[in-house]
């Protein structure tokens, strides 16, 4: 089956230490997104990628980067997690064609910063 | 500035009816969307309204008024399994989801 695939699910790091996160889609949607979920609150859009053109939001800090090597894959790289950025990350592609703009969610990946 | 609105949470019976409501304004607007999401997992696809009017799709349907900027979601015949947070998202102008801090839906026997 199609779909978005996140690695790991669970992931425990050390302040400070940097860690990377992992999307891949087999659905060869063009667009890609990382969001940020904390508990009770809406998504909040980190990066998108339109094919390979890269979109920061302007509110996105620094220690958050990402890589896009190609059509299937995309990275999370948080450069110094701090406490604050505990939370579940989730990674979504969509087809950007006429009338179609549902974007589809991998399971996300639960970071812990100890 | 932009803006979801919809109620943190709210409580029905199973076997029952239960119209959950969301306000917005955004810059811009591509439709709307509703989202079901069971904790500690994704949000998942439930519907997509450009056009004003009722989309029924089985025993949730979705309403839009473009001019009232307000959008429900409906859930018929609620089972336990319904149990879960409803998130509202409207898509601007960028074609960009502003999203809503969900309703946790919660279902009583």
């Known amino acids: 089956d199609a779909m978005v695939i996140q690695n790991p699910r669970y992931q425990v790091t050390q302040f400070g230490k940097p860690v990377t996160l992992s999307c891949s889609q087999t659905l060869n949607h063009n667009v890609m997104y990382w969001y940020q979920q904390k508990s009770s609150q809406a998504p909040k859009l980190l990066f998108h990628?339109?094919?390979?053109?890269?979109?920061n939001e302007a509110d996105t800090p620094d220690n958050f980067q990402s890589r896009r090597p190609n059509t299937s894959f995309c990275f999370l790289d948080i450069r110094s997690p701090g406490l604050g950025d505990a939370a579940m990350y989730l990674c979504?592609?969509?087809?950007?064609?006429?009338?179609?703009?549902?974007?589809?969610f991998g399971p996300g990946t639960r970071l812990t910063v100890t | 500035g932009q803006n979801i609105d919809q109620p943190t949470e709210m409580t029905a019976t199973e076997g029952a009816i239960v119209q959950i409501n969301c306000t917005y304004q955004?810059?811009?607007?591509?439709?709307l969307f509703w989202y079901q999401q069971h904790a500690g997992e994704a949000p998942t696809f439930l519907s997509y309204n450009v056009l004003d009017g009722l989309e029924e799709k089985g025993r949730f349907s979705s309403f839009l008024s473009r001019s009232k900027g307000y959008s429900y979601l409906l859930l018929k015949e609620l089972q336990m399994k319904d149990s879960a947070s409803y998130l509202c998202?409207?898509?601007?102008?960028?074609?960009?989801?502003?999203w809503g801090a969900g309703t946790k839906l919660i279902i009583k026997p």
């Open positions: 990628y339109y094919d390979k053109d890269f979109n």
């Open positions: 979504a592609t969509s087809k950007e064609t006429s009338g179609s703009y549902e974007q589809y």
């Open positions: 998202a409207s898509m601007d102008s960028n074609y960009q989801l502003i």
């Open positions: 955004t810059s811009g607007f591509n439709g």
